[in-house]
């Protein structure tokens, strides 16, 4: 079984600062991990995802994770924030095989102050 | 080009009703799901379609749920017998083969009342 731990259930961060949103995955098959934005009453929109190669992957609006197989993370990072980052943030995992559902975690609430 | 369409956008109804929820998924995507997301429960599996068949229906709550997937695009996810405890944000995704990444639709936010 997988399942998906996400640190902090409300984060918040002054304009400008470093963005950090924790994710750790607990999987029995190599991992599929992704990370989701949703913004109020709208649905998902992909961020990222790691599923081999690089460890460290880039996604859009200057969001990055890493993958830490060691540490069982998939921590997504942002030098600066921007007001534009408040949103809720979901982090997710699925196995290599095709058509494998995503399971989420709890979800993150990023506020940004001005 | 499109995404994923979902309609209704919002749906009320009361309880002991049947509903219809509809999932259009971008054009060409063989793998569609379908997730609920509600407050006590965070976002859940509810039932994976490759095509028409529906090879992974795990997350299905109970049988009060089922859902279909015609022509190997648009799906129809229905509830019958509504309880308060149905309602929640439906999410459906659709993906080019269930190796990628998953694309979502807008959802479709049911009050049972």
């Known amino acids: 079984a997988q399942s998906v731990t996400q640190l902090g259930s409300h984060v918040s961060v002054s304009e400008g600062a470093l963005v950090l949103l924790r994710c750790n995955y607990s999987?029995?098959?190599?991992?599929?991990l992704f990370w989701y934005v949703q913004y109020p009453n709208q649905g998902l929109q992909l961020l990222l995802k790691?599923?081999?190669?690089?460890?460290l992957v880039k996604g859009i609006n200057g969001f990055e994770a890493e993958f830490k197989k060691s540490e069982t993370s998939f921590h997504l990072t942002k030098p600066s924030a921007h007001m534009s980052d408040a949103a809720e943030y979901f982090c997710?995992?699925?196995?290599?095989?095709?058509?494998?559902?995503?399971?989420f975690g709890a979800g993150t609430i990023l506020r940004v102050k001005s | 080009g499109a995404g994923v369409s979902q309609s209704p956008s919002n749906k009320v109804t009361e309880k002991g009703k049947d509903v219809e929820l509809r999932c259009d998924p971008i054009s060409g995507h063989t793998a569609l799901y379908w997730y609920r997301q509600s407050l006590g429960q965070g976002l859940e599996f509810l039932i994976y379609?490759?095509?028409?068949?529906?090879?992974?229906k795990s997350g299905l709550p109970s049988d009060r749920f089922s859902a279909e997937r015609t022509g190997g695009s648009v799906s129809t996810l229905t509830i019958q017998r509504t309880q308060q405890e149905d309602s929640a944000v439906y999410l459906c995704?659709?993906?080019?083969?269930?190796?990628?990444?998953?694309?979502f639709g807008p959802g479709t936010r049911l009050t049972v009342t």
């Open positions: 997710a995992v699925s196995g290599p095989r095709g058509g494998n559902k995503l399971v």
């Open positions: 790691y599923t081999t190669g690089a460890t």
């Open positions: 379609f490759q095509g028409n068949s529906a090879p992974d």
């Open positions: 999987s029995s098959v190599p991992p599929y």
């Open positions: 995704a659709s993906s080019p083969h269930g190796d990628y990444e998953q694309y």
